[in-house]
């Protein structure tokens, strides 16, 4: 679609007259201004009186070739509604998940003189050059009247200096070497509208991206679980500081009749100059082709001399079934919410996967690491959890040994429950070397070593995994946990409450900050902030009764009632054995404390081994049943 302009009419309606050749509007006979995009905007709605135009559409045709968000659509009509919008009439309709519609009664006559010039928009190679007239109807001082009119001759020098510049610019700019990108950070691809599966959409298709640039090892490219919770109108060029990159690649992503449309640019994060943007358009059953063309466009932006080998893996996929890879990308999305109800989801749209294709290697290793991590999360047991997740990874490997992340699926299981070290590190290994961007191996490979006890090199691999992913909570939450291991409290409660501050709604580092803080002998600020923790997770009922019972009774009595209300509570939430264990170690009640260490070893729970670091056990430490219990975590 284009912007009409001196079509040889004028338009009335209402109050209003409209004359495109003079670019000028008037109300009730006075000039009214409207900046250039604006007039262009109310110009195309006109000239499509009564017919509805898709965002996508008008965006288009009021920015040609230049990439600008669906808010900028947003603030022309809501500017243009403030000045038409009078007297009880709405001419500007707003249809819901598409675009915009004008309403009026038009009239149209012919112009009563000739046509002004104007100099249009014209692309000279990849530079676009827009040279734009408003006919502000003010009137000119006597003296500055002259300026106003261009005798065609001055416009034909006007010409010939403006291409003489072109030449010019392109041909220095061609004698300078570009600089250097070494790290790009993929943001979510955004919906045009509110629409989740939408959004899962462009998640997922994300993911595939960073995963597709990443394996060609030329760049480091930020890991889907560093971008997928950054707001949508963030401004870009701020969060790529934030994730401290090189550039960021920015798009939107829209279904709309049967298609798929996306627009991208690629940003340099330290001067916010648009490298590169392009527009893709796809049948809705064209994501394969939608991502090929993305990731292979962006390959040769950066300048990447691509080999055979290159092009292979930006154009390999595990499936040639677009449905079956839609349901993984959604799976995919879920996951990275790291919650119950997101791994739930996720095994869903895993499992549909693998049902439309049985050979889809990608799918399986999406089921062996959310089972896994269930297990981790201490959310299934080990009897529902492993044979699962060891069978998927199997599966996986088989279709596709050279998958990275099934070798860090499997190194969990090799760790935390096979109790198998030297297997889960050559797991980890494998994962990064197939993967040296592999953010998530070089965090499990921290976490393993703190539960070995060797806290210094497993600081070592927390810091690369956040050199690679610089926003991971759930890393900076490990630093955290092996500060807190190692007793180095001020650096635990130091690191903790940072990373608290920085993602309110995850309580993992709060439930570890308590934990610092009774270690650190500060029982009130402990209690204060499991609160905190309790509320973040939704149990607010339970966090009102203990405030009560602390405020009439007592912080040691609050959380003796705490103990017993988990105990009762145990089997209708799913209250692990090891959690409970906590609280009697918190309440002081050895006997209590044994036991329900005890039933955490019998049941496998993933993360009883911290037993041998944390102080809240140290009453019951020289206890004979302790040590029992702790020489079977031995790895």
Not at 24 to 40: N, W
Not at 191 to 216: C, N, W, Y
Not at 228 to 239: K, M, R
Not at 495 to 506: G, R, S, W, Y
Request: hydrophobic letters at 40%.
């Amino acid at each position: 679609m284009e912007v009409l302009e001196n079509r040889g009419v004028t338009y009335r309606f209402g109050k209003f007259f409209l004359d495109p050749a003079q670019r000028l509007l008037l109300a009730d006979g006075r000039p009214v201004h409207l900046p250039a995009k604006e007039f262009e905007t109310l110009l195309l709605l006109v000239e499509h009186n009564g017919k509805a135009l898709s965002k996508e559409e008008m965006i288009s045709a009021v920015w040609q070739d230049v990439f600008v968000e669906e808010c900028n659509l947003a603030k022309q009509i809501s500017r243009l509604r403030k000045i038409l919008n009078s007297e009880g009439n709405e001419f500007i309709e707003t249809i819901p998940k598409h675009g915009y519609r004008f309403a009026a009664d038009i009239s149209w006559t012919a112009p009563v003189s000739d046509a002004a010039v104007i100099i249009e928009k014209r692309t000279v190679d990849r530079v676009k050059l827009i040279v734009e007239t408003e006919n502000e109807p003010v009137e000119l001082p006597p003296r500055r009247k002259s300026v106003v009119t261009f005798s065609r001759m001055a416009i034909a020098f006007f010409v010939v200096a403006l291409a003489s510049g072109v030449f010019y610019f392109w041909y220095g700019r061609g004698k300078r070497a570009p600089v250097k990108i070494d790290t790009i950070a993929v943001l979510p691809l955004r919906p045009f509208e509110d629409d989740q599966d939408t959004r899962v959409l462009g998640l997922g298709l994300t993911d595939a991206l960073i995963t597709k640039v990443g394996s060609l090892r030329r760049v480091i490219v930020r890991p889907l679980s560093t971008v997928a919770s950054l707001p949508d109108q963030a401004d870009p060029l701020e969060l790529g500081r934030r994730l401290n990159v090189d550039a960021v690649l920015d798009g939107t992503i829209q279904r709309a009749d049967g298609r798929l449309r996306v627009n991208a640019r690629l940003l340099r994060t330290s001067t916010g100059e648009q490298i590169w943007a392009e527009k893709f358009d796809q049948p809705s059953a064209g994501l394969f082709a939608l991502q090929d063309s993305l990731s292979t466009s962006i390959a040769k932006t950066l300048a990447f001399e691509l080999s055979k080998a290159d092009s292979d893996r930006l154009l390999h996929r595990s499936t040639e079934n677009p449905e079956a890879y839609e349901r993984y990308l959604q799976g995919r999305f879920y996951q990275t919410q790291n919650t119950a109800k997101g791994f739930d989801r996720s095994l869903e749209y895993y499992r549909q996967a693998v049902s439309l294709d049985p050979n889809f290697a990608e799918a399986y290793a999406g089921i062996a690491d959310a089972t896994v991590l269930k297990y981790n999360f201490g959310i299934l047991s080990a009897e529902n959890a492993i044979p699962e997740a060891r069978a998927a990874a199997n599966k996986a490997l088989q279709l596709d040994p050279n998958l990275p992340d099934v070798y860090s699926s499997l190194a969990l299981i090799q760790f935390l429950y096979d109790k198998d070290w030297d297997s889960a590190q050559q797991s980890l290994k494998k994962a990064i070397d197939l993967n040296p961007s592999n953010a998530d191996a070089y965090h499990r490979y921290g976490y393993f070593l703190m539960r070995l006890g060797r806290f210094d090199e497993a600081l070592a691999k927390y810091e690369k995994a956040l050199e690679l992913k610089p926003l991971g909570a759930i890393t900076q939450s490990g630093i955290g946990l092996t500060y807190l291991c190692a007793r180095r409290y001020p650096d635990a409660i130091g690191q903790l409450e940072k990373v608290a501050i920085e993602n309110p709604q995850f309580s993992h580092p709060v439930w570890l900050l308590g934990m610092a803080y009774e270690a650190a002998g500060e029982p009130e600020k402990a209690f204060e902030t499991n609160l905190r923790a309790l509320k973040i997770d939704g149990s607010d009922e339970l966090a009102e009764r203990l405030s009560k019972v602390r405020n009439t009774a007592g912080v040691d009595a609050a959380n003796r009632f705490w103990l017993n209300e988990s105990i009762r509570m145990r089997s209708a939430r799913h209250i692990r054995a090891f959690e409970i264990a906590l609280r009697a170690a918190t309440a002081k009640d050895g006997e209590k404390t044994l036991f329900w260490l005890d039933r955490a070893t019998e049941e496998d729970d993933a993360t009883v081994g911290g037993i041998k670091y944390l102080a809240q056990f140290d009453f019951v430490r020289d206890d004979r049943r302790f040590k029992n219990i702790e020489s079977s975590l031995v790895f």
